[in-house]
């Protein structure tokens, strides 16, 4: 494990990959009958995937591109991806049907929804994953409740509340403690736990989950194959708990055989549980605790997911763990594209691999890690942008209303 030299206060860490572990639950055949399911669903269509010439040229690379989430069924994320997956597959098994050859429109039949009515599905969220739950619950005609930590924007909430059934509530807790609490709900009431990280004996949920988020990584890869590029040289994968970051590298391994892009990890600096298990060089998973403060809200997760935890310890090439003002930065480059470059709406935690970039390939003090990973004017780069403005008025505050993040003045 090597640690550069911090500057600006973002800090990296590399490692050595080890492509001796198998990513069992994220294979190509597991990965088709999830996109299979997604495809069965109305209003499923594919996320943009936005070529930004200009930026590249700018930023001395020979391609970038953002996969657009913040079209994703209308919920502008791409959280409901692994919700929606989840609830399928935990009422395809309360109801002994297969998933492989059951769709999401069987379970919309009023003799189904009879049986579900009296299901509760219970999460705990930052935002965009308490949406995804409630829009799928809701579909379904059964109920959700949804806690969120402490410090949630309320119109994150009011989001949730529109999609129906749902309870919201913003807790005095940080994001993991929201968490136990909806998990002692769960056991406490016979509700349906649909939480988005695994801990010892909390597997399989998660891991539909993380099965659910590979449809936007299939999505981007075979337009890229439509393009003539067989794969990206260099991923940029934000991480809260790690689940989005660990299904999207864990496809590509299996897509790859073993041998995926050049990735890094990138999070909050406050709230770097993936960097600090990194870190620590011991193969374990470690939390950051205490009273987590980041604009990354969706990245405020302070424990990594167990299940996805392996993957990134394997296969991530690079850690780096960004203060505020790199999303920031993120959020205003893809906003205001270059000549003839698309704008992206992009929020704090969707911006956060481009504004890293940005900084690496323009900031000279960065020259030995532009090396280290090998960014040049060869590099292909894949980012995604996981979500819009879902905190319309933060923003606008950090794009349009000069709150200025950054330390470059």
Not at 116 to 129: C, E, M, Q, S
Not at 207 to 227: P, R, V
Request: aromatic share 10%; glycine share 8%; net charge negative.
């Amino acid at each position: 494990m090597i640690k550069y030299k911090e500057h600006f206060g973002i800090s990296i860490i590399s490692t050595e990959t080890d492509p001796s572990t198998d990513v069992d639950f994220l294979t190509e055949a597991i990965v088709n009958d999830v996109e299979k399911f997604h495809k069965s669903i109305e209003g499923y269509e594919k996320t943009p995937l936005v070529k930004l010439d200009n930026l590249a040229k700018k930023l001395g690379v020979k391609n970038i591109f953002v996969k657009d989430e913040s079209y994703r069924y209308g919920l502008n994320a791409f959280k409901g991806l692994g919700g929606l997956y989840a609830i399928f597959r935990i009422v395809c098994d309360k109801l002994n049907l297969d998933p492989s050859s059951t769709t999401f429109e069987d379970l919309q039949s009023e003799q189904i929804k009879e049986k579900l009515k009296d299901i509760v599905f219970v999460t705990a969220t930052d935002g965009n994953h308490g949406k995804g739950v409630a829009w799928a619950a809701n579909k379904l005609g059964c109920k959700s409740v949804v806690f969120m930590p402490k410090g949630s924007v309320l119109a994150r909430a009011k989001a949730i509340e529109s999609m129906g059934n749902s309870t919201v509530t913003i807790t005095d807790l940080n994001y993991d403690d929201a968490v136990r609490k909806a998990s002692s709900l769960a056991d406490e009431k016979g509700w349906y736990l649909v939480q988005d990280t695994a801990w010892d004996g909390y597997e399989d949920v998660p891991n539909f989950i993380s099965q659910g988020y590979t449809i936007m990584a299939k999505e981007a890869l075979d337009e890229l194959n439509e393009l003539g590029i067989e794969k990206p040289t260099h991923l940029f994968l934000q991480a809260g708990v790690g689940s989005m970051a660990g299904s999207v590298l864990g496809y590509m391994v299996n897509r790859f055989d073993k041998k995926p892009p050049i990735t890094t990890i990138v999070e909050p600096a406050t709230v770097a549980c993936i960097y600090k298990s990194a870190l620590a060089d011991d193969s374990k998973p470690h939390a950051v605790t205490g009273d987590l403060q980041t604009i990354m809200a969706g990245l405020n997760c302070g424990e990594p997911n167990t299940a996805t935890w392996p993957i990134l310890r394997d296969y991530a090439s690079f850690y780096a763990a960004c203060p505020d003002y790199v999303t920031a930065r993120g959020m205003r480059v893809l906003a205001s594209p270059i000549n003839d470059d698309k704008k992206i709406i992009s929020g704090e935690s969707g911006a956060v691999g481009t504004g890293l970039l940005s900084i690496l390939m323009e900031k000279y003090e960065f020259a030995d890690i532009r090396k280290a990973m090998n960014l040049d004017e060869n590099s292909t780069v894949l980012i995604f942008s996981t979500e819009g403005n879902t905190d319309p008025k933060g923003y606008d505050e950090i794009v349009y209303d000069g709150r200025n993040y950054s330390p470059f003045v």
